[in-house]
C-alpha cells in the first residue's frame, strides 16, 4: 500500500510546518500525552508494553516538537501500528541527534523500507539511529519523487486540464501524457531548491504538450540535417526559449521559474527569446531556426531538460487525437439532439456547430446555428485538450457526418440468446440489451447466470482488517457518528427535555382557547436511514493485479464500515464470456451476516472474464428493487471498461449499453452510483455514467479507503 | 434563518417593507437569467436556481428583487426547520396570545419575493408547505389560524438548489422540482467573472484578470481530489484581502486553497497554480 503512506506523509510535514508558528504553546502534560499515544498506538501496546514509558520520554520536549512526534506518531501507525511505536520510542534521541528534519527523513527512510521489504526491517532501520546519523551526515537533502509526485501532478492538471503523469526514469522526457524524470534529485543543499528544480522539470516537459512541441512531424525535418542528433539538441534548446517565453505571457510565475534556474542566454539567443513572445509562436518558428543555428556551437542544456522523442510523443499524441476525436463526436451528437429537441419551431436539418478558440488562453466560444451555447463540461474539456493537439478546433470535427476515419465496429450480428426455455433449463435469466444504433432494444440478448462466488483463502480478510486496523477504526468511528446522528425530535409526548417552542405555543393556544397539544417534548433519536445499497464488483480480467488486489481489499473495509453502520447491504460480483454467458457471482445476499463465508467469499473475488456492464445492472438493480428500503442505492465498482469477448460490446455498444441500464435504474427509483478506478482516465466515462454520480479514482492504491468515504458522503 | 427568528420574536417589526431593497444590487447577467425570470415572474411561475455555491445566486435574486420593486424575504433552510417556523405560530406578548406570521406568510401577505436558499436542508415534511404555493392555487392554508392565505400577484417563491451534493439524502423530491422552472447557474464566462471581481473589489483588471485564470485552474482538479473548484465568491475574498494589503499568493492561501481543501498535498499543489500566476 503506497498511497496513504504519501498522502499522510505529507499530511505530517505541513502540520510540522506549521508548529513553527506555535512554540510558545505549553507542552502537553504526561498524562494528556500518555492518552494522544493511547489512541495512536493502540494495536501496539498491551498489558506489558503502555505509552507511558514513552509519554515520559517527550513529556520534556517543546510543545512544537512534540506535535511533531504525534503528528509522524499517526503517520507512521498508519502503516502499522508498530512503526508508530518505534518510532515514537526513538522519537527523543532522533531529536537531539538529528534535528527535526533530519528525524522527518529518518522516519521516512524507515517507512520506503517498509513498503519494500516489511516491518522486520523497517524497525531495524529505525533502531539503528547512530548508523543512520553517520550516512546521513554524508548525504545531501534529496528529494525523491515519489514524496512529491501527487502535487505536482495535480499542479500540472489545474495548469490545463489534462492529466500527465509523472513517472520515474533514468532518461528524462515526455510522451505527452507521461513525463519522465529522475526518481530523486539531490543536486542543491537544500530541499526546497530541488524541488523547485523538479517543479521546473515537470514544468517545462508540461509546456512541450501544453504547447505543442510535437504539433508537427518533427522526423522529416531532422532527417534533412548531416547530423540529425545534433538538429534534435539544437531544436530541443530552441523550444525550451520558445516554451518560456510563451509561458511568459500568460504564466508569468512559470517563466520566472525557468529563468532563475538556467544561465544567462548567450547573445546570439536573446533576439530569439524576443521572437519567440509573440502569441502565435509554434513550433514551426523554432523549425525554421534550426536552419540558421545548426552549425553554431551548442550551448549547454538547461538544467531542467530533458531529451526529445519526437517519434514517441507524435504516437501518443495520434492515438489520443484518435481517441478525442471518436469521445467529441459521440458528445456532440448528444449535444445536437438535445439542441434540436429545444428548438422553437421545426427546423430542417440538424443544429450547424461552429466555433473560436484560442491557444493562448483555451478558452473557446462554441455556436450553434450562430449562437452561442455552454456545452456540457466533458464537451468543455475535450475542446480543451484538443486546442491543445492543433492550436485550435479544426472544422471538420464540428460537422454532424462525422469523423471519417471512425470506423464503427460492425454491431453484435447473430439471433438471439436461445429460446427461453432453454435457457431457462440451463438456469439462466435472459435480458434485453440497448443498441444504440438502432436506438432499441435486442430482445432476450443476454443470457445472465448467477452463482454463489467461489471462497478464496480464509485468512485474508483478517490480514486486510490486521493491516487496516487503524484505518479501520476510524472509519468505524466515523460511521457510527452517521449512525449516531443525533436528531432532536421536537414535539414529543415525552422526551429528554421541554421543547421551548411547543410549550409556548401550548401556553399561546390555552389562552386562546385553543386545546393545547400535549407533545412537549424533545427527544433525542437516531435517525432512521432505511437504506438498502448494492455494492457490484467488477471481476473482469481487467482487473486482474493490483486493482483486483485493492477492489478486495475496499470490500473488507467497506463491511467494516458497514457493520458499524448498520446498513442492510449486498455484494455480488460480475463477468462473463459473451452474452450467452453472463456471470453474477453472489458474495453477500441482503439475508447473510458478515460472517465466516462472506469473508471466504471475499477472498475469492478474482479476476474472471469480461465485462459486460449492462446486464448486470439490470439484473442487479431487479434484486434491490425487491428489498424494502426507503433510499436504494446500486454502487458498481469497476474499472469503467465495459468489454465483452468477439461480439461487439468493446466500445460505444457497450458504453451506451451501460449508459442505458443506468437510465433504467435510476428511472425504478434507484440512486445508482459508479466508483471507477481508471488509470488511463477515459474520457467516455462522463457520458457513459451521465446518469448515475460517480467518481474517478485515478490510483487503484486509494480505494480502499476512498471508497468508504465516497459511501459516507453518498449517504450522509 | 437566525435573523428571522430574531425578527419573529419581535412581533411588532413584522413590517415587510423592511426588507425592500434601496439601492440597486449589482449584478452582472450572464446569459438570459434576467429575462427568464422576469418572465417567470409576470407568469407567476415559481423558480428553482440551481448552481455550485458562490456564483452568484443570492446576488441575482437581490438584484431581482430590486428590479422587481418587491421586498426579499430569504430563509436559509436547515434540517430543524419546522413548517411553522415557515408560516408563523402563537407567540405570547405582553401576557397576550399573539399569531406572528412565519417568514413564508409574511412574503405572501405583503407580496414579496421569498427566497428559500439551500431548500436541500430542510426536511421532506417541512418542503410540503409550499406546495400549495408553487402550484396553480397560489394558498398557503395556514391550519393553526384557520386561515387560508392567498398570494397576490407580486408574490414569487424562490428555491435555490446546488446539486454538487452527492449525498442521495438530499435529493429535491420530484414533486416539489417539478413545480418550478429552472434557471441554471455556473461561474461566469472569464472576461464577465474578471468583471464582477474588478467591480466588487475595485481591483486592477490586470489582477482580476489573473484571479480568474487561477479560479479556471482549480476548476481544472474538480474530481480529482476537489469537489468543488473556487467560486467567484473565493475570488472577491482574494481581491478583497489583496485591497487591504495582503501580497496575492497568501491572499490566494487564504481565500481560495484553503476554503477548497484539507489535504496538504491538494493544498500544495493549488498554492502552487497561484504562483503560476502571481
Ligand atoms: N453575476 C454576478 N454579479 C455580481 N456579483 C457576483 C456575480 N456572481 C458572483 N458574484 C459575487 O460572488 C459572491 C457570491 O455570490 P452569491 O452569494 O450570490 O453566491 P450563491 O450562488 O448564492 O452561493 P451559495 O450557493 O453558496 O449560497 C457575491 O457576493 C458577489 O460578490
Ligand atoms: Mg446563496
Known amino acids: 500500500m503506497n498511497w496513504p503512506l504519501q498522502c499522510s506523509r505529507s499530511a505530517s510535514r505541513s ?132 514524496g512529491v509526485a ?108 525557468l529563468a532563475a534556474l538556467r544561465p544567462e542566454l548567450p547573445a546570439s539567443l536573446v533576439p530569439v527569446h524576443g521572437r519567440f513572445l509573440r502569441a502565435d509562436s509554434s513550433v514551426a518558428d523554432s523549425v525554421l531556426l534550426l536552419r540558421e543555428f545548426y ?41 445536437r439532439l438535445k439542441l434540436q429537441a429545444g428548438r422553437a419551431e421545426a427546423q430542417e436539418g440538424e443544429p450547424e456547430l461552429d466555433a473560436e478558440s484560442s491557444l493562448e488562453t483555451l478558452e473557446f466560444e462554441l455556436q450553434a446555428d450562430g449562437e452561442a451555447v455552454a456545452p456540457p463540461e466533458e464537451v468543455a474539456k475535450l475542446l480543451r485538450s484538443i486546442i491543445q493537439d492543433f492550436g485550435e478546433i479544426p472544422e471538420e470535427y464540428l460537422l454532424a457526418s462525422g469523423p471519417g476515419a471512425y470506423a464503427a465496429e460492425a454491431p453484435p450480428q447473430g439471433e438471439s440468446a436461445g429460446g427461453p426455455a432453454e435457457t431457462r433449463a440451463a438456469g439462466g435469466r435472459l435480458y434485453d440489451e440497448w443498441d444504440f444504433r438502432r436506438r432499441d432494444y435486442r430482445k432476450d440478448w443476454c443470457v445472465l447466470f448467477e452463482s454463489e462466488a467461489l471462497a478464496g483463502d480464509p485468512a485474508y480478510v483478517a490480514a486486510v482488517r490486521a493491516r487496516y486496523a487503524g484505518r479501520i477504526a476510524q472509519l468505524r468511528r466515523r460511521f457510527e457518528a452517521l449512525r449516531g446522528e443525533n436528531r432532536l425530535a421536537r414535539r414529543q409526548h415525552e422526551g429528554d427535555d421541554i421543547d421551548f417552542d411547543a410549550a409556548v405555543e401550548a401556553h ?11 407533545r412537549l417534548f424533545v427527544q433525542r433519536r437516531r435517525s432512521e436511514r432505511n437504506i438498502a445499497v448494492m455494492f457490484m464488483v467488477d471481476m473482469s480480467g481487467s482487473t486482474k493485479g493490483w486493482i483486483n488486489a485493492c477492489e478486495r481489499e475496499a470490500l473488507v473495509l467497506l463491511c467494516e464500515a458497514l457493520e458499524a453502520l448498520g446498513d442492510r447491504y449486498a455484494i455480488y460480483g460480475f463477468s462473463g464470456w459473451t452474452r450467452k454467458r453472463c456471470e453474477i457471482y453472489r458474495i453477500k445476499t441482503f439475508d447473510d451476516s458478515y460472517d465466516e463465508a462472506v469473508r471466504g467469499r471475499i477472498a475469492g473475488v478474482e479476476p474472471r472474464d469480461y465485462t459486460r456492464m449492462g446486464v448486470a445492472i439490470r439484473h442487479l438493480a431487479g434484486i434491490l428493487n425487491q428489498v424494502e428500503a426507503k433510499t436504494r442505492i446500486l454502487f458498481t465498482l469497476s474499472d469503467g471498461k465495459p468489454d465483452d469477448f468477439h461480439d461487439g460490446y468493446r466500445g460505444e455498444y457497450g458504453i451506451e449499453d451501460t449508459r442505458q441500464a443506468l437510465i433504467e435504474a435510476r428511472r425504478s427509483g434507484i440512486h445508482p452510483f459508479c466508483v471507477t478506478i481508471d ?21 487503484a492504491g486509494q480505494l480502499p479507503l476512498k471508497t468508504a468515504e465516497v459511501y459516507r458522503r453518498l449517504t450522509s | 434563518m437566525r435573523t428571522e427568528m430574531n425578527d419573529l420574536h419581535d412581533a411588532r417589526r413584522l413590517n415587510a417593507d423592511l426588507d425592500r431593497i434601496e439601492t440597486e444590487p449589482y449584478y452582472e447577467p450572464v446569459g438570459g437569467e434576467v429575462a427568464l425570470f422576469e418572465a417567470a415572474w409576470a407568469s407567476r411561475v415559481p423558480v428553482l436556481l440551481k448552481g455550485p455555491t458562490g456564483c452568484g445566486k443570492t446576488r441575482f435574486v437581490e438584484h431581482m428583487a430590486w428590479r422587481l420593486a418587491r421586498p426579499l424575504v430569504t430563509v436559509s433552510c436547515h434540517d430543524d426547520l419546522t413548517a411553522s417556523d415557515l408560516v408563523g405560530r402563537y407567540l405570547i406578548v405582553d401576557d397576550q396570545t399573539v399569531w406572528v406570521d412565519g417568514p413564508l406568510a409574511r412574503a ?110 482549480t476548476r481544472n482538479l474538480k474530481g480529482s481530489g476537489l469537489d468543488e473548484g473556487a467560486s467567484t465568491r473565493l475570488l472577491v475574498h482574494a481581491a478583497q484581502l489583496m485591497q487591504r494589503g495582503v501580497a496575492a499568493r497568501p491572499a490566494c492561501t487564504a481565500a481560495v486553497s484553503l476554503a477548497l481543501s484539507d489535504d496538504p498535498e491538494m493544498l500544495a499543489a493549488i498554492d502552487e497554480l497561484a504562483s503560476a500566476v502571481f
Open chain 1, 679 to 699: 488509470e488511463e482516465a477515459r474520457d467516455y466515462l462522463p457520458h457513459m455514467y451521465g446518469p448515475a454520480s460517480w467518481v474517478l479514482i485515478d490510483d
Open chain 2, 108 to 217: 405572501v401577505r405583503s407580496g414579496s419575493i421569498c427566497y428559500l436558499d439551500e431548500i436541500v436542508e430542510a426536511r421532506k415534511d417541512t418542503t410540503v408547505v409550499i406546495h400549495p404555493l408553487a402550484d396553480s392555487r397560489r394558498i398557503l392554508p395556514m391550519e393553526k389560524r384557520g386561515e387560508l392565505l392567498r398570494a397576490p400577484p407580486e408574490f414569487m417563491l424562490i428555491l435555490s438548489y446546488n446539486p454538487g451534493y452527492q449525498s442521495v439524502l438530499k435529493e429535491l423530491k420530484h414533486s416539489t422540482r417539478q413545480r418550478f422552472v429552472a434557471i441554471e447557474f455556473d461561474y461566469p464566462r472569464p472576461d464577465l467573472e474578471a468583471r464582477i471581481v474588478l467591480t466588487e473589489t475595485g481591483i486592477d483588471a490586470a489582477t482580476a484578470g489573473r484571479l480568474v485564470k487561477f479560479a479556471a485552474m
Open chain 1, 508 to 518: 399561546a393556544d390555552r389562552r386562546s382557547g385553543i386545546e393545547p397539544s400535549e
Open chain 1, 295 to 335: 552549425s553554431l556551437p551548442l550551448p549547454e542544456p538547461f538544467p531542467y531538460m530533458g531529451s526529445l522523442h519526437p517519434q514517441r510523443a507524435a504516437q501518443v499524441r495520434g492515438e489520443r487525437i484518435a481517441k478525442e476525436r471518436r469521445a467529441l463526436y459521440t458528445e456532440l451528437t448528444q449535444l
Open chain 1, 150 to 257: 501527487r502535487v505536482l501532478e495535480l499542479f500540472l492538471r489545474g495548469l490545463s486540464g489534462r492529466r500527465l503523469l509523472l513517472e520515474a526514469a533514468d532518461d528524462t522526457w515526455t510522451d505527452t501524457e507521461i513525463i519522465y524524470l529522475p526518481g530523486r534529485i539531490a543536486r542543491y543543499p537544500a530541499r526546497e531548491q530541488n524541488f523547485r528544480l523538479y517543479k521546473a522539470i515537470a514544468v517545462h516537459h508540461w509546456a512541450q504538450a501544453r504547447y505543442g512541441s510535437f504539433n508537427i512531424e518533427l522526423g522529416p525535418v531532422l532527417a534533412d540535417y548531416p547530423v540529425p542528433e545534433r538538429a534534435l539538441a539544437w531544436l530541443n534548446l530552441l523550444e525550451a526559449i520558445r516554451l518560456e517565453a510563451r509561458m511568459g505571457r500568460g504564466f508569468a510565475g512559470l517563466a520566472a521559474l
Open chain 1, 15 to 146: 502540520l510540522h510546518g506549521q508548529s513553527h508558528n506555535v512554540t510558545k504553546r505549553t507542552p502537553l502534560s504526561q498524562q494528556e500525552l500518555e492518552e494522544k499515544l493511547d489512541d495512536i498506538l493502540v494495536a501496539a501496546l498491551s498489558s506489558r508494553r503502555s505509552a507511558a514509558a514513552i509519554a515520559a520520554g517527550i513529556a520534556p520536549l517543546s510543545r512544537a516538537q512534540q506535535d511533531f512526534v504525534l503528528s509522524w506518531a499517526q503517520v507512521a501507525a498508519h502503516n502499522v501500528a508498530e512503526l508508530g511505536y518505534q518510532f515514537t520510542a526513538q522519537a527523543p534521541q532522533a531529536l537531539a541527534l538529528l534535528g527535526q528534519p533530519g528525524t522527518e527523513k529518518w522516519l521516512l527512510r524507515a517507512l520506503d523500507v517498509y513498503d519494500k521489504q516489511g516491518l522486520y526491517p523497517a524497525c531495524a532501520a529505525l533502531k539503528d539511529l547512530v548508523g543512520y546519523k553517520r550516512g546521513s551526515d554524508a548525504a545531501g537533502e534529496g528529494v525523491a519523487l515519489a
